[in-house]
């Protein structure tokens, strides 16, 4: 009798703690996102800014947001993840099992709540099916974005009609050196122009060092 209730509770926690994903008929595979490219300026466009002689005047950025890729972390006793190439194979309860083909044969899996955080790791096939491993409770899947390009605008104050510019990348400006140097004159600063596809437009110029102008936007 004691044996016997010996083996069920066995049973009873081997079930508990080993409790397996179900296979799905057919591998569902995740829509690849396409790269976002987003330009920021400052001030916004439209808006009229006043600067000073050494100001910045325009600051540019243009980051590129690439396609979805896996950004979380294994556990520490696991091999790192592959990036991309995860397939929803399984599910544990109500909830989607990503495996990789390549990562331990697809035999471990990552178990995501409906918002797609990992809720741990779980082997999915094997002789120890069931077994968990704790993870760090992020997103799985996330976008990894790069800077294109970076670069500020300064207002360097006027020689006779004309109106001197220098542009500096943002790492560079700390130490006040310009890549280039431009001049315009009052006629263009008046009607617009253009700073690497950046279209802006002077509203008012030379009191006191001061300017007045109004960034019209980027050129897509």
Not at 22 to 50: D, F, I, M, W, Y
Not at 148 to 153: A, F, I, N, P, T
Request: glycine share 8%; charged share 20%.
């Amino acid at each position: 009798m004691i044996r016997c209730c010996l083996i069920l509770s066995v049973f009873f926690l081997s079930s508990c703690v080993f409790r397996q994903a179900s296979q799905l008929p057919e591998p569902k595979h995740r829509e690849q996102t396409q790269s976002n490219v987003e330009t920021v300026l400052h001030p916004n466009a439209g808006e009229e800014v006043s600067a000073s002689i050494g100001d910045v005047i325009l600051s540019y950025t243009r980051i590129n947001t690439s396609s979805e890729v896996v950004t979380a972390s294994a556990p520490y006793s696991l091999v790192r993840l592959p990036t991309t190439g995860w397939e929803n194979t399984h599910m544990y309860k109500s909830y989607n099992v990503y495996t990789h083909p390549t990562y331990y044969r697809g035999t471990v899996g990552a178990v995501l709540d409906r918002n797609e955080y990992v809720m741990f790791f779980m082997q999915t096939g094997g002789l120890k099916s069931g077994k968990r491993w704790r993870a760090s409770r992020t997103n799985f899947f996330g976008f990894v974005s790069t800077v294109e390009e970076d670069w500020r605008l300064r207002y360097s104050g006027r020689d006779k009609a004309a109106y001197k510019f220098e542009i500096a990348n943002h790492s560079e400006d700390k130490a006040n050196q310009a890549i280039q140097s431009f001049e315009v004159s009052e006629d263009r600063f008046f009607s617009g122009f253009a700073v690497r596809g950046v279209m802006i437009k002077g509203l008012k110029g030379g009191s006191h060092g001061i300017i007045s102008y109004r960034i019209d936007g980027a050129v897509k």
